[in-house]
């Protein structure tokens, strides 16, 4: 009862928490936050991240250091990701409020991924970012047609999240080629 006080009071009034998706938590890790949005039903979005999770541990070379990803879920009443999350021109297409961001590093003790899966959404996107930085991706769920390709959707954004660009000739107006990947140049990827 105290947590969820103190919980409520650091946020504002807002009634959100976060749970470990898995028990051991305690090593320094890669720590990746769910947040659903626009789900009707917990299970629904539960089974999205069940999905995820289960393709992250089978592709390299995320499978051989599952014992160093930590993944937790944000719990919040329906209502509440309005409040968290506002629709924007540009990118990312979705601003998160800074009270909430800094909620779930306190929580946490360390920095994290935040991966908002939209139910309604169609876009997906991820910040470019290094794997001790906070970062936002987004996935929009009604862009994947099924749950093989929402999967491998998560993998590539994830991969941006830590780092990686996108190596193709018509990506480089969003994000130019670079280090670390192994094309240096437009032309060469």
């Known amino acids: 009862m105290l947590f969820f006080f103190l919980?409520?009071?650091?946020?504002?009034?807002?009634?959100?928490?976060?749970?470990?998706?898995n028990k051991e938590q305690n090593k320094p890790r890669l720590n990746l936050?769910?947040?659903p949005?626009?789900?009707?039903?917990?299970?629904?979005?539960?089974?999205?991240?069940?999905?995820?999770?289960?393709r992250l541990k089978k592709a390299r070379p995320f499978d051989e250091f599952t014992d160093v990803i930590n993944a937790w879920q944000v719990q919040?009443?329906?209502d509440e990701g309005e409040k968290n999350f506002k629709k924007?021109?540009?990118?990312p297409p979705l601003k998160v409020r800074q009270d909430f961001l800094d909620g779930i590093k306190n929580k946490l003790k360390s920095e994290y991924?935040?991966?908002?899966?939209?139910?309604?959404?169609?876009?997906?996107?991820?910040?470019?970012?290094?794997?001790?930085?906070?970062?936002?991706?987004?996935?929009?769920r009604a862009r994947y047609a099924n749950a093989q390709s929402f999967s491998k959707g998560f993998l590539h954004e994830?991969?941006?999240?830590?780092?990686?660009?996108?190596?193709?000739?018509?990506?480089?107006?969003?994000?130019?080629?670079?280090?670390?990947?192994?094309?240096?140049?437009?032309?060469?990827?």
């Not at 919980?7 to 998706?21: C, K, V, Y």
């Not at 991924?113 to 290094?130: T, Y």
């Not at 480089?172 to 240096?184: D, Q, R, V």
Request: aromatic residues 4%.
């Open 7 to 21: 919980a409520s009071f650091l946020n504002n009034g807002l009634s959100w928490t976060i749970e470990p998706t």
């Open 33 to 35: 936050v769910f947040c």
């Open 37 to 54: 949005l626009h789900y009707s039903d917990r299970d629904d979005s539960s089974k999205d991240i069940g999905v995820i999770l289960e």
């Open 76 to 78: 919040m009443p329906l």
């Open 88 to 91: 924007a021109q540009g990118f």
């Open 113 to 140: 991924k935040l991966i908002i899966i939209d139910a309604q959404g169609s876009v997906s996107c991820a910040e470019l970012s290094s794997r001790d930085k906070l970062s936002l991706v987004i996935l929009g």
């Open 158 to 189: 994830l991969g941006h999240s830590l780092g990686l660009r996108d190596e193709c000739i018509d990506c480089g107006k969003l994000c130019p080629p670079g280090p670390p990947n192994c094309a240096t140049t437009k032309e060469e990827a």
